[in-house]
């Protein structure tokens, strides 16, 4: 299928990227049944609270809602041993809320906001990878099995709600050049805390995916990740059941 072979064009570029670097990956996990809300924000309101150049589709700008469960995250060297060390931080929920970026003709993403449900990660990323992580009570229904996934997160910030149903009519890639492409298959991040930029590589295979219909019943938990919350609109969601996943260190920005 062509489209096929064009999204999984990205991937390999991104696979080509991370085993560039000796040494990576450095850590092996699952994402587990993921929810991506998409909004379309104004690039001009939005860019000035990105420390990167924005990567505009067609002009236009956007920011995601992403929720998985991070499984079994451990170290790609170190077999058990290096399993069980990981244990306390292994396996928990996420919920990110990235916009899309673009530095020396790489793309990628930032993070304006993440929110983690084991208290010993939050305290981890912002050292060691620069990521803004905060604490928050995660609760998914994610299975699609169920024809119906639900999600709330509360933290001191707010609260975020949906709900969707999930068609079954199977998962496919993202076709080529298209906005779900755009969108999903996203294999570098950049991070920025104080004067200190970095960037990270990740590897999956091309998200196997579908398109549903979401309810966001409560929100006001964006709105503290930014002022490009007061003129967005939410565009679109998609669900995937997951993917396994290569993670690589981080590497240090010039500014």
């Given at each position: 299928m062509t489209t096929a072979t064009a999204t999984r064009e990205l991937s390999e570029a991104g696979?080509?990227?991370?085993?560039?670097?000796?040494?990576?990956?450095?850590?092996?996990?699952?994402?587990?049944?993921?929810?991506?809300?998409?909004?379309?924000?104004?690039?001009?309101?939005?860019?000035?609270?990105?420390?990167?150049?924005?990567?505009?589709?067609?002009?236009?700008?956007?920011?995601?809602?992403?929720?998985f469960t991070l499984l079994r995250m451990?170290?790609?060297?170190?077999?058990?041993?290096?399993?069980w060390l990981f244990k306390p931080i292994a396996s928990h929920e996420f919920l990110n809320v990235r916009t899309y970026v673009r530095r020396a003709?790489?793309?990628?993403?930032?993070?304006?906001?993440?929110?983690?449900?084991?208290?010993?990660?939050?305290?981890?990323?912002?050292?060691t990878f620069g990521l803004p992580y905060?604490?928050?009570?995660?609760?998914?229904?994610?299975?699609?099995?169920?024809?119906?996934?639900?999600?709330?997160?509360?933290?001191?910030?707010?609260r975020l709600k949906y709900r969707?149903?999930?068609?079954?009519?199977?998962?496919d890639q993202s076709?080529?050049?298209?906005?779900?492409?755009?969108?999903?298959?996203?294999?570098?991040?950049?991070?920025?805390?104080?004067?200190?930029?970095?960037l990270f590589r990740v590897w999956h295979e091309p998200w196997a995916q579908t398109p549903i219909e979401i309810e966001v019943t409560a929100d006001d938990l964006l709105a503290s990740t930014g002022n490009w919350w007061e003129s967005a609109e939410c565009v679109g969601a998609n669900y995937s059941p997951g993917a396994e996943v290569w993670m690589g260190r981080p590497h240090r920005l010039a500014l």
């Amino acid at each position: 299928m062509t489209t096929a072979t064009a999204t999984r064009e990205l991937s390999e570029a991104g696979r080509r990227r991370m085993l560039a670097n000796v040494g990576e990956p450095l850590f092996l996990a699952r994402w587990n049944r993921a929810v991506f809300i998409h909004y379309e924000a104004d690039p001009d309101l939005l860019q000035r609270q990105i420390p990167f150049e924005l990567d505009l589709c067609d002009g236009r700008a956007f920011v995601s809602i992403v929720a998985f469960t991070l499984l079994r995250m451990r170290p790609r060297i170190g077999g058990t041993f290096g399993e069980w060390l990981f244990k306390p931080i292994a396996s928990h929920e996420f919920l990110n809320v990235r916009t899309y970026v673009r530095r020396a003709g790489e793309p990628g993403i930032f993070f304006l906001a993440e929110w983690l449900s084991n208290p010993l990660s939050v305290q981890l990323g912002p050292c060691t990878f620069g990521l803004p992580y905060r604490f928050g009570d995660l609760r998914y229904a994610h299975n699609y099995n169920d024809g119906e996934i639900a999600g709330t997160v509360g933290a001191n910030e707010g609260r975020l709600k949906y709900r969707a149903a999930v068609p079954d009519t199977g998962f496919d890639q993202s076709e080529a050049e298209s906005l779900t492409e755009f969108l999903l298959e996203r294999y570098t991040a950049f991070t920025c805390r104080g004067r200190r930029r970095r960037l990270f590589r990740v590897w999956h295979e091309p998200w196997a995916q579908t398109p549903i219909e979401i309810e966001v019943t409560a929100d006001d938990l964006l709105a503290s990740t930014g002022n490009w919350w007061e003129s967005a609109e939410c565009v679109g969601a998609n669900y995937s059941p997951g993917a396994e996943v290569w993670m690589g260190r981080p590497h240090r920005l010039a500014l």
